[in-house]
């Protein structure tokens, strides 16, 4: 959300709100705690915090929780930044801010990089995500983050790109091409596999990988990954 393009939407979000009269309320920060992992959520409430003081100090009147443990955090963190006796923060007119066109099409991130990790990190949630949609499930927590339709559509997305782009490129230089993505699929399973352990469903799991690599093999961008995967439901 630091991000050049990611900074000029949000701050330009909470000017067009607040010049309406209306709330403006931030996103959602997807790490999640987990009751059986002190670690994990001594994590995910330190970076929810972070996330949620960045949005009350740029004039946001509130967000939302992937997590009920999570609401806490945001109340403390906002209930100190609203000056006493307001629940909202509407007066912020936030007239400082200058958000031209060019600059929420600037997609370009400080020190970004296409690495090896972050392409199969895509494959993975992915397919998990799309095996848990056929199943019916809309919300799932992977990798102690809380994703939902969206993130299949990023990861999807990206990994198309980067097959259909010349540019698509890992930092050791190799070229991001199909029949690589194809080579990592059936190990990120493997990974998937010995990870949910009993609870596998093979159907599903195969089902996923073979809409996600359609999804990603296509000349074509799919418009929206749900639209053809309503054909598939049960």
Same mark, same amino acid.
């Given at each position: 959300?630091? =991000?050049?393009?990611?900074?000029?939407?949000?701050?330009?979000?909470?000017?067009?709100?607040?010049?309406?009269?209306?709330? #403006?309320?931030?996103?959602? #920060? =997807? +790490?999640?705690?987990? @009751?059986?992992?002190?670690?994990?959520?001594?994590?995910?409430?330190?970076?929810?915090?972070?996330?949620?003081?960045?949005?009350? /100090?740029? $004039?946001?009147? %509130?967000?939302? *929780?992937?997590?009920?443990?999570? *609401? /806490?955090?945001?109340?403390?963190?906002?209930?100190?930044?609203?000056?006493?006796?307001?629940? &909202?923060?509407?007066?912020?007119?936030?007239?400082?801010?200058?958000?031209?066109?060019?600059?929420?099409?600037?997609?370009?991130?400080?020190?970004?990089?296409?690495?090896?990790? %972050?392409?199969? &990190? &895509?494959?993975?949630?992915?397919? /998990?995500?799309?095996?848990?949609? !056929?199943?019916?499930?809309?919300?799932?927590?992977? +990798?102690?983050?809380?994703?939902?339709?969206?993130? #299949?559509?990023?990861?999807?997305?990206?990994?198309?790109?980067?097959?259909?782009?010349?540019?698509?490129?890992?930092?050791? $230089?190799?070229?991001?091409?199909?029949?690589? *993505?194809?080579?990592?699929?059936?190990?990120?399973?493997?990974?998937? @596999?010995?990870?949910?352990?009993?609870?596998?469903?093979?159907?599903?799991?195969?089902?996923?990988?073979? +809409?996600?690599?359609? !999804?990603?093999?296509?000349?074509?961008?799919?418009?929206?990954?749900?639209? @053809?995967?309503?054909?598939?439901?049960?």
């Amino acid at each position: 959300m630091t =991000a050049p393009m990611m900074r000029a939407y949000t701050e330009l979000m909470v000017q067009t709100c607040h010049k309406r009269g209306a709330h #403006a309320i931030g996103g959602m #920060a =997807a +790490f999640i705690p987990n @009751r059986r992992d002190a670690e994990v959520t001594r994590v995910a409430l330190a970076k929810v915090k972070e996330d949620k003081e960045r949005e009350a /100090q740029d $004039g946001f009147d %509130g967000s939302w *929780v992937a997590h009920p443990d999570l *609401v /806490q955090v945001c109340t403390d963190v906002f209930s100190k930044v609203f000056e006493e006796g307001k629940v &909202n923060q509407i007066h912020r007119l936030r007239e400082d801010v200058q958000v031209t066109p060019e600059m929420m099409l600037d997609f370009k991130i400080p020190g970004g990089k296409i690495t090896e990790t %972050g392409l199969r &990190n &895509n494959i993975s949630v992915g397919i /998990q995500y799309i095996s848990a949609w !056929l199943k019916g499930t809309g919300a799932v927590a992977i +990798f102690n983050l809380m994703e939902d339709a969206a993130t #299949a559509e990023i990861s999807r997305s990206q990994v198309w790109q980067w097959i259909q782009h010349s540019d698509g490129k890992l930092d050791d $230089g190799r070229q991001i091409t199909l029949e690589m *993505v194809q080579t990592m699929i059936p190990e990120e399973l493997t990974k998937i @596999r010995e990870a949910y352990g009993k609870v596998y469903d093979e159907e599903k799991m195969n089902q996923a990988t073979d +809409f996600f690599t359609s !999804l990603v093999s296509g000349d074509n961008y799919e418009e929206f990954f749900t639209i @053809r995967a309503y054909d598939q439901l049960d």
